[in-house]
């Protein structure tokens, strides 16, 4: 196993996944490895360095994943034995990634060396937020996600296998019907007469579902991934009679400027 040199490709909607990212970053260095981070939706799969080891994160949904960080899985480059890991957030259970993602990854010629799922808060649609439960949430994360990085140093992480039944949760989140359903129960309306034409929703939305004109057109493709209703700064899109508190795990210029 090579560490000298990991390339992290990551997804985070609201912030959770970046923080753990990061925080395992962080751990990577300290032992002289060299970590650099990719923003997953800003990457092309043909790009992967299969020189270095590889490095999977992003947020749970659907008992899965966004279909877009499945594709990018689904189209990485084949290898000749390069290591990869995974690393997920979720609320309280996957089920879907974890056996799956492995398959794939083993099929294109990788060596899963580990795969871990932290928990982290609830970032969809929340009805209330402890601000206190919330930070403790995220440091008991953090402290995983350091030991996740130290155990893969030392070769102590593992990628389970997973029974059938993981086959069978994945396939509510690869299915466009399901993605469907969640735009019809969360219809994500701009409101105009809050919105400032910043054309940040526009610019962060990870799929390009977001066309901007005078004011943001949401398209049909979206995945309700939080990103432009948790940063928009007039707090402009939203889901009519339904309500949630906004839920931020950073600032979004962290997010931005972090690849």
């Known amino acids: 196993m090579n560490l000298k040199n990991i390339d992290f490709y990551y997804f985070s909607g609201t912030g959770n996944t970046f923080l753990i990212v990061k925080k395992m970053k962080q751990a990577f260095e300290k032992n002289d490895i060299k ?8 990457t ?5 360095d299969l020189n270095n080891t590889i490095g999977l994160g992003f947020p749970v949904a659907e008992q899965g994943t966004y ?14 034995g390069t290591d990869i890991f995974l690393v997920d957030t979720l609320l309280a259970y996957s ?3 974890v056996g799956p993602m492995k398959q794939i990854v083993k099929r294109k010629g990788y060596n899963p060396i580990g795969a871990k799922e932290i928990l982290m808060p609830n970032n969809l649609f929340p009805k209330r937020i402890d601000i206190e439960k919330k930070k403790r949430k995220i440091l008991k994360g953090q402290e995983k ?4 990085a130290e155990d893969i140093i030392n070769g102590k992480s593992r990628w389970k296998h997973i029974p059938p039944f ?18 019809w129960y969360y219809p994500l309306t701009i409101d105009k007469t809050k919105c400032n034409k910043c054309g940040l929703c526009s610019k962060i939305c990870p799929i390009n579902n977001i066309e901007m004109n005078e004011y943001p057109k949401l398209k049909n493709g979206c995945t309700i991934c939080m990103r432009c209703i948790s940063f928009c700064p007039k ?12 839920y931020t795990a950073l600032k979004i210029h962290e997010l931005l400027d972090s690849s």
Do not use: C, M
Not at 35 to 42: F, H, I, Q, S, T
Not at 235 to 246: D, E, L, M, T
């Open 44 to 48: 092309k799969p043909k790009d992967v």
């Open 166 to 183: 993981s086959d069978l949760l994945a396939i509510f989140s690869k299915s466009q019907k399901t993605w469907k359903f969640f735009r």
């Open 95 to 97: 089920g879907g990634i």
């Open 35 to 42: 970590v650099n981070l990719y923003r997953l939706e800003k």
């Open 67 to 80: 279909p877009f960080v499945w594709d990018f899985v689904k189209s990485l480059p084949s290898a000749k």
């Open 145 to 148: 996600a350091s030991q996740y």
């Open 235 to 246: 707090n402009a899109i939203h889901v009519p009679k339904k309500k949630y508190i906004r």
